[in-house]
């Protein structure tokens, strides 16, 4: 069975076929065999005269190729030859370079054997003649041969023997120099001689004493920081209370504290990078900034003492803690103005704390941009810089002083608002009360205040206490001013403004002149505290942009979500003022409207055309009713401000057309009737349109269209205005209401107005 399925049958195969089912599967395969190999050749043949052309083109082609040959031939002798000149060539440069090379190092190894007997020489003269700084020049030099290298001179020669007479005389002259310049510093330190200072300061890098000379180098600077400081911390304990810099006095000590330390750190910055080379600032600043914080502390201290800093912290901690401020007896509550001027020094102190941070920062990194390949060692110093910096002592006590300034601003703040709050007045004319001023002043004052400080999370803690106080504490005060509702009745403006007493609003809810008036106020303050939110956060956001830019945008996110909250307040005012709206047109427009709208239904509308040219001369309607809206208005407008007044129109526009809107549906008309209607509107709109600055003609819309109706000759020709035919026309009426209008004609028949198809 094998064989008959095989591709490539042989004799033998075939004859050991005896099954015809076999023979027959071999045919089949033999016959496939055959087909292929047919198709194959006629495919061949297809392609005969392509390939006998190619053929031709190759036999022409075959001289060429034996002359290309014979040229590759020629070719890579030549290139062979070339090759071998090269090797050849490069050989003996390579010769030279080594020959060259050595000849440097022999020339290199009589340089520094000629330099080492010169400054063998020099250094002894120089130390003789008390030149120490070419003295230490000498050592220098010598300090930077390699020893080693000298030291494979051969023992035994004169050369040898020299050279390791002049090692042992440099080394003899460093240890001599080193503790010459070690004591004649010492004296120049307890003499405070700077001149003398600064020149044995430049001899220790020579030397290779680089860390030795910045540390003795820094003792002298850190006592010339410490007797300013405590000169200046003597002068501010005995300045006159009436100075007019007695109040920030300790922020002045400590602001000359880091002015002192920036003068040394930019004067000799130079002197440190020419000497001692780039990178090394700030082992210098490590050591000035220990004395910086130990000063620092000390100024610290004697504000905190001076200014009873930790006692009234303690009062105003206890004070919260025992809840709000209101709830505290009054010899215990602690006067916010005993604060203000405290903590306008706590901020100063921390201010003036971070601009001195910045620009040691900025110094010391100027300086390691300078250490050219060494990234490790720029990151890992870069690293102590901010470490440093951070864990100071300098650092820790301003970060305590903040922490308690935020809770004492806090108070500062409940305290003063409350006071606005209870000292609220209104000036006859005005149309808000004081403590919208009041309150929003303190608000952007402590905030400012806080930014100021130059710290995020201090900004961040009092834009949270901003935000909490507006909408708590003055929300619900506005609120609850609110809850009574507006009283009814008549309003005697004089009479309300008689019955304040000393500038304040009467505490008894009697007096209902008073009582609307105060009502209106308060919804005017609401308005107005929105402007003010905005205005705040807006004046906040442009303080905080300058103070990440000052903190190279850390704490961004935070202070950005404190401003949003911020802002959110402004949706709950927009609510409460609403809520104060609606209060208002409750209880004194909806009452008054609804009889002068019910006037309509008594103004017979199915007219004549004399009633209509009646009409025309003496509108029965609409007159009376604009003359009714001018005299409701006229008694709030001026006593709202102007977006509380277009809003009060607003809803005076929605409550006419609704009420209007349902005694239209209770009246009929006929045509007449329905054009005197369409004038009616007409007039209404333009007068409501005329005092105020918002657009109410969208509010007639239903109105208008309803107007339209009435005024059709026949109930076939609405189909002119709907649907597709409506064109920039939006419908405001459904089909129903469309034929309950048109049911409203007594001249159209209710089969017609039926069989419209809408």
């Not at 004859?15 to 023979?23: A, G, N, P, S, W």
């Not at 004296?187 to 001149?195: F, G, H, I, P, S």
């Not at 961040?460 to 106080?469: D, E, G, Q, V, Y």
């Not at 309509?600 to 003496?618: G, K, Q, R």
Request: proline share 2%; glycine share 4%.
């Amino acid at each position: 069975m094998a064989a008959a399925t095989s591709i490539n049958f042989d004799t033998n195969s075939l004859k050991r076929l005896t099954e015809m089912k076999d023979i027959q599967a071999a045919h089949e395969q033999l016959c496939k065999e055959e087909n292929k190999i047919g198709g194959e050749i006629d495919e061949l043949l297809e392609h005969q005269t392509n390939l006998e052309a190619k053929m031709g083109a190759l036999y022409r082609s075959v001289p060429n190729l034996q002359v290309v040959s014979s040229d590759a031939k020629q070719l890579g002798s030549m290139v062979s030859f070339t090759s071998d000149i090269a090797e050849n060539v490069s050989g003996k440069v390579r010769q030279l370079d080594l020959a060259k090379g050595r000849v440097q190092e022999a020339i290199q190894r009589v340089n520094d054997v000629l330099d080492l007997k010169f400054c063998t020489d020099g250094v002894q003269t120089a130390l003789q003649s008390e030149d120490y700084e070419k003295a230490a020049g000498h050592i220098h030099r010598y300090l930077s041969l390699d020893e080693k290298v000298l030291k494979q001179i051969t023992p035994d020669s004169n050369e040898g023997g020299s050279v390791d007479i002049a090692l042992h005389v440099l080394q003899d002259a460093k240890q001599n120099l080193t503790k010459i310049v070690r004591e004649k510093f010492e004296v120049a330190l307890e003499t405070a001689d700077r001149a003398s200072v600064e020149r044995f300061f430049k001899i220790f890098p020579l030397l290779g004493l680089h860390d030795e000379g910045l540390k003795k180098f820094s003792k002298y600077l850190k006592s010339q920081i410490a007797d300013r400081c405590q000169e200046q911390l003597a002068s501010a304990a005995t300045l006159d209370a009436s100075d007019r810099r007695a109040a920030v006095v300790y922020a002045d000590t400590l602001t000359i504290l880091f002015e002192d330390v920036g003068k040394v750190v930019e004067i000799h910055q130079p002197l440190v990078e020419t000497y001692y080379g780039p990178g090394r600032l700030i082992q210098l600043i490590q050591w000035l900034q220990a004395e910086c914080d130990e000063q620092a502390s000390k100024i610290i201290s004697a504000y905190i003492q001076n200014r009873e800093f930790t006692l009234k912290s303690r009062q105003v901690q206890t004070l919260l803690h025992r809840g709000s401020s209101r709830a505290a007896a009054a010899h215990e509550r602690l006067d916010p103005r005993e604060l203000d001027v405290m903590l306008a020094e706590c901020t100063l102190l921390n201010s003036r704390t971070e601009l001195y941070l910045r620009f040691i920062r900025k110094r010391v990194l100027n300086d390691l941009e300078s250490i050219a390949g060494e990234e490790e060692t720029r990151a890992q110093k870069i690293t102590d810089l901010e470490n440093l910096l951070r864990d100071s002592l300098l650092s820790r006590r301003i970060q305590e002083l903040i922490g308690n300034y935020i809770v004492m601003e806090e108070y500062f703040m409940r305290e003063s608002v409350t006071k606005a709050e209870s000292m609220d007045s209104l000036e006859q004319g005005s149309q808000t009360s004081s403590m919208v001023d009041d309150i929003f002043f303190i608000l952007k004052k402590c905030t400012k205040r806080a930014i100021s400080s130059g710290s995020v999370d201090c900004a961040c803690a009092l834009l949270n206490h901003t935000t909490t106080i507006l909408e708590g504490d003055y929300q619900d005060t506005l609120y609850s001013k609110l809850r009574a509702g507006f009283p009814s009745g008549s309003f005697d403006v004089s009479q309300a403004y008689s019955m304040l007493q000393q500038g304040r609003f009467p505490t008894s809810s009697s007096d209902t002149n008073a009582a609307k008036l105060e009502f209106m106020t308060t919804v005017n303050n609401i308005e107005v505290s929105l402007e003010y939110i905005q205005s705040l956060r807006r004046g906040l956001t442009e303080e905080c942009a300058v103070l990440l830019a000052q903190n190279r945008d850390i704490g961004k996110d935070k202070l950005e979500s404190c401003l949003n909250d911020l802002g959110a307040v402004t949706h709950k005012f927009k609510d409460v003022l609403d809520y104060g709206l609606s209060q208002l047109s409750s209880s004194a427009i909806k009452p008054r409207l609804k009889p002068w709208v019910d006037t309509f239904l008594s103004v017979n509308h199915n007219i004549t055309e004399d009633e209509f040219s009646m009409y025309e001369a003496n509108d029965p309607f609409v007159q009376n009713f604009i003359m009714n809206l001018e005299q409701l208005l006229s008694e709030f407008k001026d006593f709202m401000t102007p977006s509380n007044y277009d809003s009060l129109v607003s809803l005076i526009t929605n409550e006419v057309t609704m009420q209007l809107e349902q005694t239209v549906l209770r009246s009929v008309f006929n045509r007449l009737g329905g054009l005197h209607f369409d004038k009616e509107l007409r007039s209404l709109v333009t007068y409501l349109t005329s005092v105020t600055q918002w657009t109410i003609r969208d509010k007639f819309a239903r109105l208008t269209q309803m107007a339209t109706i009435l005024n059709l000759e026949r109930v076939a020709e609405i189909l002119d205005y709907w649907g597709q035919n409506s064109g920039p026309l939006t419908w405001r009426l459904t089909p129903t209401e469309v034929r309950q209008v048109l049911s409203l004609r007594v001249d159209f028949r209710s089969e017609d107005i039926k069989r419209l198809k809408l």
